[in-house]
């Protein structure tokens, strides 16, 4: 009611790229360069000359295992050759692989990301990388990435996650990452992909792999027991008996050893003393014990501790009977002795394999490459058990020194693709006409990933804008992508034909030599085939060897012709107003302060002006036409007023609706006064914006500035300043500063430094005024209004008030003005017949405009414990043109809290009547200069007259400010006003007067003035 009654791991398989099938046999070594020194060719899109293998060997036959070892490596080495020097470049591989930009859209995909997820380049290239996680992980994402960008955390990070594939459905993933976006070949942060899903499937089946665990104990074929650290057994499985005979009852609590042979007891207790004295090693050991019908047995025991784990208590000892498995080993080594000893020296797999029989034997390196045990592969032929489509040949070739050999891919037990190389030679028959077959096996992935990744990486620079070269110490070029051989030419094959780069690389590579850096950056500008001119700047890598000592050298290339037009473009729009135009505050003060230095150093005591041109009621102009149209009609008054203007003049588009106009010379040109006369003249003919007449008027302050003596930032406050007091003292018109407004202008500052040290209620003080109805004579609340006490003087609100609101001061002291208010009131209201008292409080446009007005009304009033419809807030007719929309808006919400509202010195503003039926108001306030006149003049009383005519009509109450005579208050009743407050009955007082007086039966004003 208003103050009057109212009537949101661990990495999981790998993804892997497409298959590729070899070719069906080696292609033949490459002919090494005159010189043995590195080729001179120009490397050139697809022509990157690799390296080629050759099985062959100097001596005929096969190939002893050291000269297998060695040419492997040294095939390797020659293979992975060019591929380091283009990692080296990006410095990042993946099996999936994605590079996004600086705003997560992704730049780049590898052909295995696109194999792996499905999505095409073309509809993944520039797509938010978060589209592709599932919305739940999202959030994730974005804390990766922040990672990435900031590099805030040590190591690398990592994120598991659900991405979504082509088909639309998810998969496990986990990403990780690195921030290459100084990279100029990369510029970007570049993404693994590994497959996650089965770790995440693996969860789930966690718990149905406990329930199989105590299955498995009592059916497995190993026995497991514990021991305290005395080795006292505290626990053993049901295997045992099985084992030893002997039944778990009958050990536990006896020494864990009794059942070994007497020899083999104390290294069982050492492995025990072992195993407790470092719990996180795992202690092996063979020992012999004595089945209970007196057989020897061999067991293998397995022995880790457990003493702190709580279900555990002791030492977990796992036993495996061996004994079968070590006569069988004993058996192996005894008749196959020989070929271990060479299988065990040799790094490739080797095997037999009879044409009958199957494979007859492998060796240890063999079941490595492959994964598959021997008992898993003897017995079987080649093609059963590696898979393979192409076939060795079934006959011994003619020449003893051919070999047959084979390139393909292989799937391992545990999924993993890997790529073999396979050569072989078929024996001649023997006696009995069986043929064999002996050859090897090597693990060539890695070569066929460096193969891999050289043709991806040259089709990456083949499709970059940017120039990408390699040359080696000399000068000599090694490789150019296809951006450079189309801009420097296909025959350069030395630095020398590219005479900017000549220039800039003696210095390059002195400068990373002698200073040990491995990167410089710097700017030049190329002159191509075209002959046209190309900025651009380069990044030069020194890559070294692992001596340290630098065998190549890469540059990056990239044209910045579009960054230096878009830095002169952006250097032009910060010192120019995009609307206008014209020179912004920037180009302004560096224009004033060029002019007053360039008068101080000709002495020549020319006064540089300023005129300050702010366009009266502009807002309303925004707010009924809209801002579409208030942006022309700001171009054509800049238009207007740069007419005017001589040529040692300057315009400036200071902001919002202000300009602000530079007088240079003012003893040679127009005096500034008639400056700004013109400029009045100028913008007093009407504007015609889409078919819309508009009349303005300007409010200018005019400031001269000394060169000598003012600083150019202060002119400009003065000019501001004049033209502030010319908007006050009633806009139209200009105003000159003067020593008058410096100390109005200091008065202010010192105003505005005491009020910050009474934000909080420091020497701040609410007096109130009490609120009657006019027929009954009955108190109805009271007006809170503001005083502050600043150097022993009472200062009333008119003085400070402004200050406050100009420098949104307002805002924490209308708080403060909102909490006392309504502690006051409640106060009050608990004095007996007291209740119903109202309080209006006093609310400024800042405080309705921010966003935590309502929340800190409703804070104020529950902390105060008063009944919101004894509140009203009162707001001034102003208040409501700063935003019709917005004021309507908080209003209504006002009135939805049951809070009352009020317009304030109703009749000074603009537009009156219409905003009483369009706001949700509940009082409307007549502003005291109308009450004044009420009984002397005829067209006040006609004002007053049809106010109160239209607010009865609209059901609104009434309040009469400033009833200072009888005449007055007789003449308000008569004219239908409800209620009312004025110095006739009493003025502000203070809490403590007011408070005496409502417990006592009447009140009256110590300022004389009438009883109630």
């Known amino acids: 009611m208003p103050i009057l009654p109212a009537a949101e791991g661990e990495t999981g398989g790998m993804a892997t790229e497409p298959r590729i099938d070899g070719p069906s046999e080696f292609l033949p070594e490459a002919a090494p360069s005159e010189g043995g020194g590195a080729s001179a060719d120009l490397l050139v899109e697809e022509d990157l000359a690799l390296p080629r293998l050759s099985w062959s060997t100097a001596g005929g036959g096969s190939p002893s295992p050291d000269q297998q070892s060695s040419n492997g490596r040294h095939q390797l080495l020659h293979l992975q050759q060019p591929a380091r020097f283009l990692r080296s470049i990006v410095d990042a591989t993946g099996d999936a692989v994605i590079i996004v930009d600086g705003d997560l859209r992704i730049t780049w995909t590898s052909g295995s990301a696109t194999a792996y997820t499905g999505w095409s380049e073309d509809e993944a290239i520039g797509e938010f990388v978060g589209d ?78 406990s329930r199989r665990h105590a299955a498995l104990l009592r059916h497995s074929s190993d026995c497991l027991f514990v021991a305290s650290g005395d080795m006292t057994i505290t626990y053993v499985s049901p295997a045992l008996e099985g084992m030893l005979g002997w039944r778990p009852v009958e050990l536990i609590g006896s020494r864990s050893a009794q059942f070994l042979l007497e020899r083999d007891r104390g290294a069982m207790a050492n492995a025990h003393r072992l195993a407790i004295l470092d719990p996180s090693t795992t202690q092996v050991l063979e020992v012999r014990a004595a089945h209970k019908n007196g057989d020897l047995r061999w067991l293998e025991v397995t022995m880790t501790a ?71 592969i003897l017995g079987r032929n080649w093609r059963s058990v590696m898979g393979s489509t192409l076939p ?174 878009l830095e002169g473009s952006l250097a032009l729009q910060a010192r120019h107003d995009p609307l206008t135009g014209l020179p912004n505050r920037v180009l302004l003060l560096e224009r004033l302060e060029h002019v007053c230095e360039l008068a101080r150093l000709e002495g020549s005591g020319e006064r540089i002006a300023l005129l300050f041109v702010d366009i009266d009621h502009f807002k309303v102009i925004n707010d009924s036409l809209g801002h579409s149209l208030g942006d022309e009609l700001l171009r054509e008054i800049g238009a207007r007023i740069q007419g005017t203007m001589g040529p040692a003049d300057m315009v400036a588009r200071f902001g919002g609706d202000e300009f602000v106009v530079l007088c240079g010379h003012t003893h040679a040109g127009p005096d500034p006064l008639d400056i700004a006369r013109n400029i009045e003249k100028e913008l007093e003919v009407p504007f015609h914006v889409r078919d819309q007449e508009i009349h303005i008027g300007v409010s200018t302050g005019i400031a001269f500035a000394d060169p000598d003596r003012d600083d150019p930032g202060a002119v400009l406050r003065d000019a501001d300043t004049a033209m502030y007091e010319a908007k006050t003292a009633g806009r139209g018109q200009w105003v000159v500063f003067d020593e008058n407004l410096r100390r109005l202008a200091v008065d202010r500052q010192e105003t505005e430094t005491a009020l910050r040290r009474s934000r909080n209620g420091e020497n701040l003080e609410l007096r109130y005024q009490p609120v009657f109805d006019l027929a009954t004579r009955r108190l109805l609340g009271f007006e809170a209004l503001l005083r502050w006490w600043h150097l022993g003087e009472l200062i009333p609100p008119e003085r400070f008030v402004p200050v406050a609101e100009d420098t949104g001061l307002i805002v924490p002291i209308g708080n403060w003005v909102m909490g006392e208010a309504t502690r006051q009131a409640a106060l009050w209201q608990e004095l007996s017949g007291r209740e119903g008292l109202g309080i209006a409080v006093n ?170």
């Open 132 to 209: 592709f996680l599932h919305p739940e992980d999202v959030e994730e994402g974005i804390r990766l990435a922040t990672k990435l960008l900031n590099d805030d955390e040590p190591g690398d990070p990592s994120l598991v996650a659900r991405l979504r594939f082509a088909g639309g459905h998810y998969r496990w993933v986990q990403i990780s990452g690195d921030d290459l976006r100084t990279d100029p070949s990369v510029e970007g942060i570049i993404l693994v992909i590994s497959d996650h899903q089965s770790t995440m499937e693996a969860q789930a089946e966690l718990n149905a792999v």
């Open 306 to 376: 457990q003493l702190d784990d709580h279900d555990v208590r002791g030492v977990i000892s796992n036993l495996r009977d061996v004994t079968e498995r070590n006569q069988l080993v004993r058996e192996l080594e005894d008749s196959n002795e020989s070929l271990r000893n060479l299988a065990f020296s040799s790094s490739t797999g080797l095997f037999e394999e009879d044409f009958r029989r199957g494979i007859t034997s492998v060796n240890t390196r063999f079941e490595v490459i492959t994964g598959l045990s021997a008992d898993q």
């Open 392 to 565: 060795f040949l079934s006959v011994a070739p003619t020449d003893p020194d051919d070999q047959e050999k084979i390139r393909f891919q292989f799937e391992r037990p545990d999924g993993r693709i890997i790529w073999l190389d396979a050569r072989s030679t078929v024996l001649p028959p023997n006696s009995d006409g069986a043929r064999r077959r002996i050859g090897g096996i090597e693990d060539v992935n890695d070569v066929v990933e460096a193969e891999t990744s050289t043709r991806r990486f040259a089709e990456v620079f083949n499709n970059t804008d940017d120039l990408v070269l390699l040359f080696d110490p000399n000068g000599v070029i090694t490789y150019a992508n296809r951006a450079a051989a189309a801009t420097l030419g296909h025959d350069v094959l030395d630095l020398n034909d590219v005479p900017e780069l000549a220039d800039v690389r003696e210095g390059v590579e002195l400068d990373l030599i002698e200073g040990g850096g491995s990167h410089w950056r710097g700017e030049t500008t190329l002159r191509g085939l075209s002959g046209k001119d190309m900025p651009v700047s380069l990044k030069v890598m020194a890559h070294r060897d692992f001596r340290g000592e630098i065998s190549f050298f890469s540059v990056v290339a990239r044209d910045i012709s579009e960054r230096i037009a």
């Open 843 to 1012: 609310v400024s446009a800042r405080q309705l405009q921010r966003p935590d007005f309502l929340a800190t009304v409703a804070e104020h009033v529950v902390h105060a414990d008063l009944d919101p419809g004894t509140l009203t807030v009162e707001i001034t007719e102003s208040v409501v043109l700063e935003d019709t929309a917005h004021t309507a808006s908080v209003l209504t919400a006002l009135k939805d809290m049951n809070v009352g509202v009020a317009v304030d010195d109703f009749g000074t503003g603009y537009s009156s009547l219409t905003y009483l039926h369009k706001l949700p108001f509940d009082i409307v306030k007549l502003d005291r200069s109308f009450v004044a006149g009420v009984t002397d003049s005829e067209q006040k009383r006609a004002i007053v007259t049809a106010v109160l005519g239209l607010t009865n009509a609209l059901g609104l109450q009434s309040i009469a400010e400033g009833i200072e005579t009888e005449r007055q208050l007789t003449e308000l009743m008569r004219l239908g006003c409800n209620s009312g407050q004025g110095h006739l009955v009493a003025g502000a007082l203070t809490a403590e007067v007011i408070s005496d007086m409502l417990q006592g039966d009447c009140w009256d004003d110590p300022e004389g003035g009438r009883r109630v």
